[in-house]
């Protein structure tokens, strides 16, 4: 008889040297730096509620005046500084006033003038036989359209008329020219946020680079390249405003690469202190001594470390930067009539402030809403951003 003895379970080696332990059950497993931040920078909730007012005002500049029916620089004769509101306009006493004015231009007196929704009748009397073709005088009133002769008395010297009345709504009002004030606010907030962060971004480029050249190098090329910024400040920003105008003309693209070419100075000089007290950590020798070239240490090592301070100056640079912009446009350098800006509109409301200060009021809101959004996440940036925050 065969006696079958029971086999044992061989003994567990244990892991291999060198080999990832896995993870216990329950454990959280590790995130990266990208996930980090962006878990420090979801729970900051002004940073959040400053990236929410971005893109919603971003929208209503960029996509609002597509569901807008006037034009940003259509005039509206009739409606000079009208204040805010959701009423449609002109009221009736207003029709009633513009038709007597046309009836005036034609000669002619009015009788029985009445509004139904967005149709009017009307007779018009003369002392003399009226000329059909009256009715134009009636269609060149911004409140009128389509008016047509719908019966004649008296020989002609009666005529009952008939047309579709023009009702506007001005949500934001108008302006001082008749223009309704909530496209042209939409299209200066497109201009403004556009040249904002197109001469940021240039100033960036420019001035994060060269920075950190001037600070990793040291010594005499870090001498030359200061002297350098130095002698770009004292020349007056005006001035070189003028001589590019001068020899390149009047352009959208010369505002901000003219602004861009020279905000980049301050962001050099922040950079370029930055630089310097980062080529002296540990982390920076390391990479020395494993081979790294200078070039890929700036690009590797010093840039990314000076993202934070960075990513705020940015937050201050675009407000300032619309300010130079509605600064240039003051001088008639920058954007002109009827093309608008926010600090065009607001330098504009500054001189009716008194008579109609929704001209102020409105794109003043809106400058502002977006000030305090780009400083709002501009500071949760540089939070989430800072590895020595957890």
């Given amino acids: 008889m065969t006696d079958f003895t029971t086999l044992a379970p061989a003994p567990d080696p244990g892991p291999r040297p060198g080999a990832p332990e896995a993870p216990a059950a329950g454990e959280a497993r590790g995130r990266s730096l990208s996930q980090l931040a962006l878990r420090r920078l979801l729970r900051n909730r002004p940073a959040i509620a400053g990236l929410v007012v971005l893109v919603l005002v971003t929208l209503f500049s960029f996509v609002g005046p597509l569901f807008v029916a006037h034009g940003y620089d259509q005039i509206f004769t009739s409606y000079v500084a009208v204040p805010p509101s959701l009423t449609p306009r002109p009221t009736e006493a207003r029709l009633a006033e513009a038709m007597t004015d046309a009836a005036r231009r034609a000669r002619a007196g009015v009788e029985g003038f009445a509004v139904a929704g967005h149709r009017f009748t009307a007779t018009l009397t003369s002392d ?29 010297r009666r005529l009952a008329i008939a047309g579709t009345v023009q009702r506007e709504r001005f949500v934001f009002g108008t ?54 910024i130095e002698i770009l400040y004292s020349l007056p920003f005006v001035f070189m405003v003028i001589m590019l105008v001068v020899f390149f003309g009047r352009s959208f693209i010369l505002i901000f690469l003219v602004i861009g070419l020279t905000e980049w100075l301050d962001m050099a000089r922040i950079v370029r202190g930055q630089t310097l007290s980062l080529k002296r950590r540990e982390f920076v020798a390391a990479a020395g001594a494993m081979g790294l070239t200078d070039w890929q240490i700036i690009r590797r090592h010093v840039i990314p470390n000076t993202i934070g301070p960075v990513i705020v100056f940015i937050t201050v640079v675009v ?3 619309i300010l130079l912009e509605s600064f240039l446009s ?58 020595k925050v957890r």
């Fill in 128 to 156: 003399r036989p009226l000329d059909p073709r009256v009715t134009r005088y009636v269609d060149r009133a911004e409140e009128f359209d389509d008016t047509e002769v719908t019966g004649t008395a008296e020989d002609g």
């Fill in 330 to 387: 003051f001088l008639g350098l920058g954007v002109q009539a009827p093309l608008t800006s926010w600090g065009a509109l607001i330098a504009d409301g500054t001189s009716t402030m008194q008579a109609a200060p929704w001209m102020l009021i409105i794109p003043a809101v809106f400058f502002v809403a977006t000030l305090f959004s780009l400083n709002f996440l501009g500071d949760g940036l540089r939070d989430a951003l800072d590895p």
């Fill in 175 to 228: 302006d001082a020219s008749g223009r309704d004030l909530l496209p042209r606010v939409m299209v200066g907030g497109r201009i403004s946020l556009t040249v904002g962060l197109l001469a940021s971004l240039v100033s960036l480029v420019i001035g994060v680079a060269y920075g950190a050249i001037a600070g990793y190098a040291g010594g005499r090329v870090d001498n030359v390249m200061m002297r350098f």
């Fill in 319 to 321: 407000p300032k930067v």
